[in-house]
C-alpha cells in the first residue's frame, strides 16, 4: 500500500487545528457546539486521542469540508472556498454545469 495515504497522529492534530482556526473558533467551542466534552477537540489537536469514526465525520461537517478534503494535507482552502463548496452541494445539475462553463472561461483568460 501506498505510504501517501498514512497520516500520522501528530499531522491529524494539526490539521484539525489550522482548519478550525480557519473558522475562527477556540477547540473548546468547537468541542461543545458538536456536542462533546468541553476538552475533546483540545485532545484530539494535541496528539492525546483520535476521533472515532462517527465524531470525525461530524467534524469534517461542522468545518464545512469533506472527509476527502481534510486529509488533502497540503490544501489550506479559506473559508470563502469551503463555503462555495458547500453551496454547490445545493445547486441543481443545470446551474453546477453553468458554474462549470465559467470557471473554464476565467481560466483562458
Partial sequence: ????????????????????????????????????NKNYINSIESGRNYPNMAHFFEICQ?????????FQLGRNFPMEQTEFI????DLS???IHLLYLLACDMQEE
Fill in 86 to 89: 458547500q453551496a454547490l452541494r
Fill in 1 to 36: 500500500m501506498n505510504e501517501e495515504y498514512f497520516i500520522t497522529i501528530e499531522e491529524f492534530g494539526l490539521r484539525l487545528a489550522r482548519l478550525r482556526e480557519n473558522k475562527g473558533v477556540s477547540a473548546r467551542q468547537m468541542s461543545l457546539e458538536i456536542g462533546l
Fill in 62 to 70: 461542522y468545518l464545512n469540508i469533506s472527509p476527502q478534503l481534510f
Fill in 93 to 95: 445539475p443545470q446551474k
